[in-house]
């Protein structure tokens, strides 16, 4: 692996586990065993290796949230769009932690959030409007409108929900089945509009991304 | 009125317009003419005058969300649940605009907030109730536990949400008519589940909280 690619895995490790705050561009280049100035080498600070995970995060996600045209969408997509939309939560999870602390001092980040937050959005129509001519989902535009907004708002603040509300257990680390539990709040945002097997495959669902406090069920297929 | 009450009147105004990192108990006590020792006779640092904030707020809050017991809620109740979430958001938005970053460094503050969230699902739960008993609404106990929940992180995101996501208007000022539009998200939450009425009113709500972008109409009676 390139040195610069080393040094942006180390990144992301160090800011999910520690938070972004408490992570130096030293902790990082010690972290791999590099000179600080091998690193600054490839990034001239941190700032730079925020912006760039920020870019990967915003290719994987936009990435993900592409409707297949060839083919209508189906119950199976929709699954793929819950547990891509969960593994980029985990995976990026000091992105949402404490996105306007990073963003304040951070003008190209700002600008480039700004735009993803827009695509996201009309590719989320694009997805709910090819889920309806799949007779998966129901609802008026209206309604899609303010469901995206909302699922939005889930995905980047159920992190910063757990970390301030402690609702989900009162010790600071965030565990991916905490984060799991933010799907299944989508879940039931969506519920009232969803259809025919969406509908139907509703509790499964429930029960896939629900179940916290209790230990999951082993569940070997879908 | 008392020093003390200018003192905390005063950081709310400042914490609200500029964020509270940006100011200090210096600019409070130059804001109201009087000494820092002055200040520092009611207040230890600008933690305690947070704290001191917060329980205001706090108090507020669960005041508002207090379900009258001696009659049946009416749908007046549920238009003054909103206005009075409206006007928490707006009269205390510095402290949702940074939570978790107020919390880091301020051990009570974070244990009464844990314990705030908790009291004020319970207060969630038992106004739905009663709005179901009312027939106002319909809805399974495992929806209302979600909705409340997905309520309470759009009440506490939305401010964020606008900072970052800059998709209602790009700059950084953030005014009552934005703050207005949040309590339409909520309402297109809780419009699956609305009955009688309720729903008979809710276009007339959507259009209330929902004119954003255009000049909302001329509206004397509610």
Redesign the interface.
Known sequence: MKTRDKILLKSLELFNELGERKVTTNHIAAGLGISPGNLYYHFRNKEEIIFELFCRYEQQTLGLLMAPEDRPLTYADKIGYFEGILGNMWDYRFLH?????L?ADNLPL?ER??LF??QV?GQGQRIYQRLAESGLIEARA??VT??I??I???V???I??L?????FG?EAAINRDLVKRGI??IL??E???LRGEALDKLPEM?ARYGGVAEPAPAQKSA
Chains 1, 2 share one sequence.
């Open positions: 932690r404490d996105l306007e602390h963003m700002q959030y700004r937050a827009l959005m209206d309604e303010a469901l907004l909302n939005w708002i889930i980047t603040s159920w910063p929900f970390l301030t509300s402690g609702m009162q299944y709040q039931l945002l519920a009232p509009y429930k």
